[in-house]
């Protein structure tokens, strides 16, 4: 048994069932929500019964491909048909992202010798970027991790048909994607070979420019691409919004940390430079800090750019009699990592915290139960994701009662026999206060009746006359 090659794999394994237990004890635990974990639901099922994406919680007839392009999550469809539920969704977002250890940790291996590279995996695993997008319901992103991790290798390893043979489905993914293909595509022409490069550059430009503005629009359902406003000039100084406020320039440190900065020796930082430069041009605070799903593809970006590093950095190195050169940085990125996650998710789950049950969870589901398989459901955006595998859900309080007066205006609103609330919400997507006079004029006129309640939540049913 070859155990280079036996390692790499080895890692994954570890990780794909800790990922899995991180996902779906937040979801046992009612800790998951509509958006975003039951928007992709709603997708999968749709496309697992060979029809189009169309997802209530976002809006009547709402077409997903109209609001990212992520033709991928078809993919997933074969899975759901066999084992329906959001669970489908996770475990496979905790293999998906579990495998991206594989390349990183053979290019270890390769760099470190194997216990450095198998010290390095287990850093890479425990990254904070992953541990926070297995932890945050289900996003299409869950792809493009390994998909990165290979092409940014291969790049590693002057491999340049192969990197661009595994960057350009990332297209698939995700619009945004097309911008790590051309950086990839880039790189490519700067490392000499010019019309691989240019050729990667070009598909990526006219890919995303045919996607945001011609596919995007054309199924949605304002004919536009939403999102297009959030990189807008604002006529001020492009490098202050790139560098201010100083929240970005700590994200960048944090993401470098378990590098120990040597991923700042290699070229291939610029691929992560470019994803980190159109995030920190974006007006929306939630894109500069570290956390929740943003950061994922970032860290096999990142990770490779340090094990490349520190293959230019080793030749200047004494050596370190039996333990090589390898394994001191490699347990070095190991202990920043660890500093920095020693209180994630995935420390919560070794210390037992999954074995802990909820007894609310349970009481809230028996709740639910009252719900019919296949009703029109209109849900708290927590209690949504609980929903979306056996009914049509949307979100409260965007919602058309049969045969009666919609809720807050804004969205498209799908017509729902059924409610069910949080008894204390919260702010999301419309003012606590807003909710209650929505809901109580449901009550007081609106034909629906309360069915069941407990455990802080409450179900009502259409019930006229």
Known sequence: MDFRRVLPWSVAALFAPLYAAVSLTRHARLESAGFDLGIFEEAVRAYSRLEAPVVALKGTGFNLLGDHFSPVLAVLAPFY??????????????????????????????????????????????????????????????????????????????????????????????????????????????????????????????????????????????????????????????????????VKALTVLLLLAPTLLLALRSPLVLLAGVLLAARFWVDNPAFWRTGQHYDAVLVPLLFTAGLHGVGLLLPRLPRL????????????????TVALTAAGPVAGVLSGDARRGDGRAAQVRRVLAVVPDGARVAAANRLAPQLTGRCTVSLFPYLTPPGGAGGPGGWGRPVAEWVAVLEEPDAFPVPVAEQRRFLAGLVDGGGYRRVADGAGVAVYHWQPG
């Not at 790049?155 to 350009?168: C, I, N, Q, S, T």
């Not at 009699?321 to 920043?336: D, I, S, Y």
Request: glycine share 12%; charged share 10%; aromatic share 8%.
């Open 81 to 246: 048909r066999l084992w329906p539920g959001a669970g489908t969704l996770l475990v496979a977002q905790a293999v998906l992202v579990a495998l991206s250890a594989v390349p990183v940790t053979a290019y270890a291996v390769r760099v470190l010798g194997p216990a450095g590279g198998a010290v390095a995996g287990v850093a890479y695993g425990l990254s904070a970027g992953l541990q926070s997008a297995v932890a945050f319901d289900f996003h299409e992103v869950a792809f493009a991790v390994p998909l990165a991790a290979c092409a940014v290798v291969a790049l590693a390893r002057e491999r340049y048909g192969p990197a661009v043979a595994w960057a350009l489905p990332l297209l698939l993914v995700k619009e945004d994607q097309a911008l790590l293909v051309a950086a990839v595509g880039g790189y490519v022409w700067w490392r000499g070979r010019r019309r691989l490069g240019a050729v990667t550059v070009l598909a990526a430009v006219a890919a995303g420019l045919l996607v945001t503005l011609v596919v995007i629009p054309a199924l949605n359902p304002g004919g536009e691409y939403t999102y297009a406003h959030m990189g807008e000039f604002d006529g001020g100084n492009p490098l202050a919004r790139l560098l201010f406020p100083a």
């Open 321 to 336: 009699g039996r333990l090589g050169r390898g394994l001191p940085v490699a347990a070095g990125m190991l202990a920043a």
